[in-house]
Protein backbone atom coordinates (compact mmCIF):
# COMPACT_ATOMS: atom_id res chain seq x y z
CA UNK A 1 0.00 0.00 0.00
CA UNK A 2 1.07 3.32 -0.84
CA UNK A 3 0.93 5.25 2.54
CA UNK A 4 3.48 7.73 4.38
CA UNK A 5 3.22 7.62 8.33
CA UNK A 6 4.34 10.39 10.71
CA UNK A 7 4.98 9.92 14.50
CA UNK A 8 6.91 11.86 17.07
CA UNK A 9 4.37 14.26 18.12
CA UNK A 10 4.33 14.71 21.40
CA UNK A 11 3.48 17.80 24.58
CA UNK A 12 6.47 20.12 24.53
CA UNK A 13 7.24 23.26 26.13
CA UNK A 14 7.99 26.83 25.44
CA UNK A 15 11.39 27.02 23.68
CA UNK A 16 11.82 23.14 23.68
CA UNK A 17 12.53 21.05 20.60
CA UNK A 18 11.54 18.12 18.99
CA UNK A 19 12.00 16.18 15.87
CA UNK A 20 9.05 14.43 13.63
CA UNK A 21 9.11 11.54 11.18
CA UNK A 22 7.47 10.46 8.54
CA UNK A 23 7.95 6.84 6.79
CA UNK A 24 7.24 6.15 3.00
CA UNK A 25 5.82 3.07 1.85
CA UNK A 26 4.65 1.46 -1.22
CA UNK A 27 6.52 4.18 -3.77
CA UNK A 28 9.85 4.66 -4.77
CA UNK A 29 10.65 7.25 -1.87
CA UNK A 30 13.91 8.33 -3.28
CA UNK A 31 12.60 9.64 -6.39
CA UNK A 32 10.20 11.97 -4.54
CA UNK A 33 10.56 15.89 -3.29
CA UNK A 34 8.77 15.91 0.12
CA UNK A 35 7.32 18.57 2.15
CA UNK A 36 5.53 19.34 5.60
CA UNK A 37 2.39 21.25 6.05
CA UNK A 38 0.58 21.83 9.31
CA UNK A 39 -3.07 22.65 10.54
CA UNK A 40 -3.55 24.62 13.76
CA UNK A 41 -6.40 23.95 15.82
CA UNK A 42 -9.20 25.25 14.42
CA UNK A 43 -7.02 26.91 11.54
CA UNK A 44 -6.49 26.15 7.85
CA UNK A 45 -3.51 24.32 5.80
CA UNK A 46 0.28 25.85 6.01
CA UNK A 47 2.74 24.63 4.19
CA UNK A 48 6.15 25.05 6.26
CA UNK A 49 8.64 22.87 4.36
CA UNK A 50 9.81 21.41 1.23
CA UNK A 51 13.08 18.95 0.59
CA UNK A 52 14.23 17.81 -3.32
CA UNK A 53 14.41 14.13 -3.60
CA UNK A 54 18.13 14.06 -3.89
CA UNK A 55 18.11 16.59 -0.71
CA UNK A 56 19.87 19.28 -2.01
CA UNK A 57 17.13 21.75 -2.35
CA UNK A 58 15.29 23.18 1.12
CA UNK A 59 13.24 25.23 1.57
CA UNK A 60 10.76 27.12 4.04
CA UNK A 61 8.04 29.41 5.66
CA UNK A 62 9.13 32.34 6.93
CA UNK A 63 7.53 31.51 10.62
CA UNK A 64 9.79 28.61 10.69
CA UNK A 65 12.90 29.90 8.93
CA UNK A 66 15.99 29.21 11.47
CA UNK A 67 13.92 26.68 14.15
CA UNK A 68 13.21 24.02 11.91
CA UNK A 69 15.52 21.78 9.62
CA UNK A 70 14.04 19.70 7.12
CA UNK A 71 16.17 16.22 6.34
CA UNK A 72 15.84 12.91 4.92
CA UNK A 73 17.30 9.47 4.42
CA UNK A 74 16.43 8.10 1.38
CA UNK A 75 17.91 4.66 2.25
CA UNK A 76 15.47 4.09 5.36
CA UNK A 77 12.58 5.70 3.11
CA UNK A 78 13.12 8.48 6.31
CA UNK A 79 11.40 12.22 6.16
CA UNK A 80 12.50 14.52 9.29
CA UNK A 81 11.63 17.82 11.05
CA UNK A 82 13.88 18.31 13.40
CA UNK A 83 11.96 21.60 15.34
CA UNK A 84 13.54 23.97 17.94
CA UNK A 85 12.85 27.09 20.15
CA UNK A 86 9.43 26.12 19.80
CA UNK A 87 5.98 28.19 20.36
CA UNK A 88 2.92 28.26 21.86
CA UNK A 89 1.91 29.18 18.10
CA UNK A 90 3.53 26.16 16.96
CA UNK A 91 0.89 23.65 18.03
CA UNK A 92 -0.58 21.97 15.43
CA UNK A 93 -1.08 18.78 13.84
CA UNK A 94 2.13 18.17 11.07
CA UNK A 95 1.74 16.16 8.03
CA UNK A 96 4.29 15.06 5.51
CA UNK A 97 3.08 15.34 2.03
CA UNK A 98 4.85 14.10 -1.39
CA UNK A 99 5.40 16.15 -4.37
CA UNK A 100 3.48 15.21 -7.50
CA UNK A 101 6.20 13.33 -9.36
CA UNK A 102 6.06 15.27 -12.92
CA UNK A 103 4.83 18.72 -12.55
CA UNK A 104 5.74 19.25 -8.69
CA UNK A 105 4.47 21.87 -6.17
CA UNK A 106 1.22 19.94 -5.35
CA UNK A 107 0.62 16.95 -2.63
CA UNK A 108 -0.84 13.74 -4.39
CA UNK A 109 -0.20 11.42 -0.88
CA UNK A 110 -0.61 12.58 2.59
CA UNK A 111 0.27 11.53 5.88
CA UNK A 112 -2.67 11.21 8.59
CA UNK A 113 -0.57 13.73 10.76
CA UNK A 114 1.04 13.66 13.78
CA UNK A 115 -0.19 16.62 16.94
CA UNK A 116 2.73 18.68 18.46
CA UNK A 117 1.25 21.00 21.22
CA UNK A 118 3.45 23.28 22.55
CA UNK A 119 2.50 24.30 26.44
CA UNK A 120 3.84 25.13 29.71
CA UNK B 1 4.23 35.85 -0.37
CA UNK B 2 1.26 34.90 -2.66
CA UNK B 3 -2.40 35.55 -0.34
CA UNK B 4 -4.98 33.15 -1.55
CA UNK B 5 -8.59 34.36 -0.76
CA UNK B 6 -11.23 31.70 -0.89
CA UNK B 7 -15.00 32.63 -1.18
CA UNK B 8 -17.35 31.84 0.97
CA UNK B 9 -15.95 30.98 3.97
CA UNK B 10 -18.24 28.78 4.62
CA UNK B 11 -21.86 27.74 2.70
CA UNK B 12 -24.62 25.47 3.50
CA UNK B 13 -26.35 23.07 0.97
CA UNK B 14 -28.75 20.14 0.22
CA UNK B 15 -27.87 16.62 -1.05
CA UNK B 16 -28.30 17.28 -5.01
CA UNK B 17 -27.07 20.96 -5.14
CA UNK B 18 -24.55 22.19 -7.19
CA UNK B 19 -21.65 24.06 -5.30
CA UNK B 20 -19.21 26.74 -6.55
CA UNK B 21 -16.45 27.95 -4.92
CA UNK B 22 -13.73 30.87 -5.56
CA UNK B 23 -10.24 31.03 -5.08
CA UNK B 24 -8.44 34.11 -5.55
CA UNK B 25 -4.56 34.59 -6.03
CA UNK B 26 -2.82 38.67 -5.19
CA UNK B 27 -1.07 37.85 -8.01
CA UNK B 28 -0.97 36.01 -10.96
CA UNK B 29 -0.07 32.33 -10.63
CA UNK B 30 -0.89 31.14 -13.85
CA UNK B 31 -2.72 27.53 -13.16
CA UNK B 32 -0.43 26.52 -11.13
CA UNK B 33 -3.54 25.90 -8.57
CA UNK B 34 -4.44 22.80 -6.60
CA UNK B 35 -7.50 22.03 -4.66
CA UNK B 36 -8.24 19.83 -1.78
CA UNK B 37 -11.37 18.03 0.33
CA UNK B 38 -10.13 18.08 4.09
CA UNK B 39 -12.23 16.08 6.72
CA UNK B 40 -12.17 16.52 10.57
CA UNK B 41 -9.08 13.58 11.76
CA UNK B 42 -8.37 12.62 7.96
CA UNK B 43 -5.27 13.40 5.56
CA UNK B 44 -6.09 15.97 3.00
CA UNK B 45 -7.06 14.75 -0.41
CA UNK B 46 -6.06 15.82 -3.63
CA UNK B 47 -9.22 16.88 -6.05
CA UNK B 48 -7.83 19.26 -8.74
CA UNK B 49 -4.43 20.02 -10.09
CA UNK B 50 -3.09 22.69 -12.77
CA UNK B 51 -6.76 24.49 -11.95
CA UNK B 52 -8.94 21.97 -14.31
CA UNK B 53 -7.10 18.56 -14.00
CA UNK B 54 -9.24 15.96 -12.17
CA UNK B 55 -7.26 13.53 -9.89
CA UNK B 56 -7.17 10.22 -10.88
CA UNK B 57 -9.82 8.36 -8.90
CA UNK B 58 -11.91 11.63 -8.26
CA UNK B 59 -15.41 11.50 -8.63
CA UNK B 60 -16.41 13.65 -11.98
CA UNK B 61 -18.72 15.66 -10.17
CA UNK B 62 -15.88 17.53 -9.20
CA UNK B 63 -14.11 19.86 -11.64
CA UNK B 64 -11.86 22.77 -11.72
CA UNK B 65 -11.58 26.24 -13.96
CA UNK B 66 -9.71 29.64 -14.34
CA UNK B 67 -6.41 30.87 -14.81
CA UNK B 68 -4.34 34.05 -13.76
CA UNK B 69 -5.70 35.02 -10.41
CA UNK B 70 -9.31 33.72 -10.21
CA UNK B 71 -10.25 30.16 -9.83
CA UNK B 72 -13.22 28.20 -8.85
CA UNK B 73 -14.17 24.78 -7.58
CA UNK B 74 -17.75 23.00 -8.57
CA UNK B 75 -19.38 20.03 -7.27
CA UNK B 76 -21.99 19.32 -9.99
CA UNK B 77 -24.44 17.48 -7.44
CA UNK B 78 -23.65 17.63 -3.87
CA UNK B 79 -23.47 14.15 -2.12
CA UNK B 80 -23.10 13.11 1.37
CA UNK B 81 -19.63 12.23 1.32
CA UNK B 82 -18.55 15.79 -0.05
CA UNK B 83 -19.55 17.71 3.45
CA UNK B 84 -16.35 19.16 4.04
CA UNK B 85 -13.72 21.50 4.44
CA UNK B 86 -11.76 22.37 0.61
CA UNK B 87 -8.65 24.54 0.17
CA UNK B 88 -7.50 26.04 -2.96
CA UNK B 89 -3.12 25.99 -3.23
CA UNK B 90 -0.68 27.91 -5.15
CA UNK B 91 2.34 26.22 -6.33
CA UNK B 92 3.66 29.29 -8.59
CA UNK B 93 5.95 30.10 -6.35
CA UNK B 94 8.64 28.02 -3.98
CA UNK B 95 6.73 29.28 -1.05
CA UNK B 96 3.38 27.41 -1.59
CA UNK B 97 0.19 29.00 -0.02
CA UNK B 98 -3.00 27.69 1.22
CA UNK B 99 -6.65 29.71 0.78
CA UNK B 100 -8.35 29.98 4.54
CA UNK B 101 -10.61 27.04 3.48
CA UNK B 102 -14.44 26.69 2.64
CA UNK B 103 -16.43 24.98 4.63
CA UNK B 104 -19.63 23.33 3.07
CA UNK B 105 -22.02 21.66 5.75
CA UNK B 106 -25.11 20.53 5.12
CA UNK B 107 -28.85 22.35 5.25
Known amino acids: EVQLVESGGDLVQPGGSLRLSCTGS????????MNWVRQAPGKGLEWISY????????YYSDSVKGRYTISRDNAKNLLYLQMKSLRVEDTAVYYC?????????????WGQGTLVTVSS | DIQMTQSPSSLSASVGDRVTITCRAS??????LAWYQKKPAEAPKLLIY???DLETGVPSRFSGSGSGTEFTLTISSLQPDDFATYYC?????????FGQGTKVEIK
Open chain 1, 97 to 109: ARDHAEDGGFFDL
Open chain 1, 26 to 33: GFTFNTYS
Open chain 1, 51 to 58: VSSDTYIK
Open chain 2, 27 to 32: QTINSW
Open chain 2, 50 to 52: KAS
Open chain 2, 89 to 97: QQYKTYSKT
